[in-house]
């Protein structure tokens, strides 16, 4: 495809303009995991490696590296961070896998001779803002400035809804989007605490609402209606429907 006689579209990218089709591929293939769909995973799977195929090739018509030392780069990180399975470490739970694995990872740069960085610059910031809001919490959670329990976290989610409501009763609009930012950053540390991943939280409650909206939908035009010409009474009792059936 990046031949002479390729594909023309193909034969014009680079990695900056592939760059998002890897993140949307990424989505695509958690839908499909979460469809339960094997062919569908299949399918998916390898739309994304063909990314991993696709910058590699890239790379390699610039004389960096291919894919095989792609391959070779993740095999050996992989063994030298399971020093529990491929040495003599003990790790006897995911915590401590984890713990081992960021200190091997800080062992690693030290030897590069990367300088120290914030503890924060780690996290990407072209990451989806739920997901990156994650790795923030964690990060500085890791590092000690965290509530003692899930108890104070629900305490400050109290404290920001009322900043919210401040901010609302002031009418001003960046105080209000401020406001609204903290409280979703205050959830995501909750939904920590409680062990639950707030990214497939929202992502289910999305899909419930997808299916019980579209339940309202389809019987408002079995009765010859619209969403447009329909009163939210009338909406509202097909929702109470729908939240029994789906």
């Known amino acids: 495809m990046r031949g002479p006689k390729g594909c023309p579209w193909d034969r014009e990218q680079d990695h900056r303009s592939l760059r998002w089709h890897a993140v949307e591929e990424a989505y695509e293939l958690m839908d499909a995991i979460e469809s339960g769909d094997d062919r569908e995973l299949e399918e998916e799977l390898g739309d994304l490696l063909l990314q991993v195929v696709f910058h590699s090739q890239l790379a390699k018509e610039r004389g960096a590296f291919d894919l095989e030392q792609v391959a070779r780069h993740i095999a050996e990180k992989l063994i030298r961070r399971h020093p529990h399975v491929f040495a003599d470490a003990v790790a006897d739970t995911p915590d401590d896998v984890k713990k081992r694995w960021d200190e091997i990872k800080a062992e690693e740069k030290k030897k590069r001779g990367e300088g120290e960085r914030l503890l924060l610059e780690a996290v990407p910031r072209a990451l989806p803002a739920l997901v990156e809001a994650q790795q923030i919490a964690s990060r500085a959670a890791g590092a000690g400035f965290d509530w003692d329990n899930a108890g104070q976290v629900l305490e400050k989610m109290h404290e920001e809804l009322d900043e919210l409501a401040q901010a609302r009763e002031s009418a001003d609009q960046t105080a209000i989007e401020d406001e609204i930012g ?33 339940y309202v939908e ?29």
């Open 218 to 246: 389809s019987q408002l035009r079995e009765r010859g209606k619209g969403l447009s010409k329909s009163h939210m009474d009338e909406m509202e009792a097909l929702w109470q429907e729908a939240k029994q059936v789906l």
């Open 182 to 214: 903290d409280l979703f950053f205050v959830l995501v540390n909750i939904a920590r605490f409680l062990r639950v991943d707030p990214e497939q939280a929202l992502r289910k409650t999305n899909a419930k609402f997808r299916k019980r909206f579209g």
